[in-house]
């Protein structure tokens, strides 16, 4: 489904996510990498909207299920001229080698992902990460205001049809079954965009 979606979608993502990119996620986004080191993986990397913020010492590789957005993601790369390695692959089943990152991340890639998909996609990620390594996860939530959340409520169904993302994942709630642990949930923008950092046992 995310496939078909984002088909369509890549065409306009980075022009309609333009004003929360600017003042919501530009700000966030550094954070998602600070003090990574070794190999990286960007998970769901989408056009490469975290590119600019790759620490330059870290060895990142993309993946995405979206041709579409993968090749915007290349564009992107180019004109950055950074070193990244883009591959097609489901986060599912990603076909990468067992603990071979350091760590990874995955920024709005698990609000995308049916709720049946959680738990495998939380699994391949502890699969592919070395022990003792970080997944980080940058996710939507429904803020607990309620004229916030009457307001997020009113955007949900063209959030869906756009990003086939929903507000309500709860994907934390998956961590425990996945053999990870979790060791910081915490919100970086109002009570709506939430850091989650799952690690896996060394
Ligand atoms: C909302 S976008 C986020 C893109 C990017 N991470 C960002 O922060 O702008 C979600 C991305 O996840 C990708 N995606 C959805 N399901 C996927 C899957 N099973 N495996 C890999 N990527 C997937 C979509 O194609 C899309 O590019």
């Known amino acids: 489904m995310a496939h078909r979606i984002y088909r369509s979608t890549a065409r306009f993502y980075d022009l309609l996510d333009l004003p929360f990119e600017s003042r919501r996620y530009a700000p966030i986004r550094p954070q998602m990498f600070a003090g990574l080191s070794g190999r990286a993986l960007d998970a ?7 590119m600019p ?4 010492d870290v060895r990142v590789t993309g993946i995405d299920l979206s041709p579409a957005m993968l090749a915007r993601a290349g564009a992107r ?3 950055l001229a950074i ?10 089943d990603s076909g990468l080698p067992d603990s071979h990152f350091d760590a990874a991340v995955a920024t709005f890639l698990f609000c995308v992902l049916d709720d049946s998909l959680q738990l495998p996609a939380l699994k391949e990620l502890a699969r592919i990460v070395k022990p003792g390594g970080e997944i980080r996860m940058l996710e939507y939530e429904y803020s607990k205001n309620p004229r916030k959340r009457f307001v997020m409520r009113l955007w949900a169904p063209w959030v869906r049809l756009v990003y086939g993302a929903t507000f309500e994942r709860h994907t934390e709630q998956y961590v425990p079954q996945a053999g990870l642990e979790i060791i910081e949930e915490r919100h970086l923008y109002q009570d709506i965009i939430k850091l989650i950092v799952a690690r896996k046992p060394a």
């Open 44 to 50: 769901g990397v989408g056009t490469g909207r975290n």
């Open 53 to 56: 913020y790759y620490p330059p």
């Open 77 to 79: 790369r180019d004109r």
């Open 83 to 92: 070193d990244v390695e883009l591959l097609e692959r489901d986060v599912c």
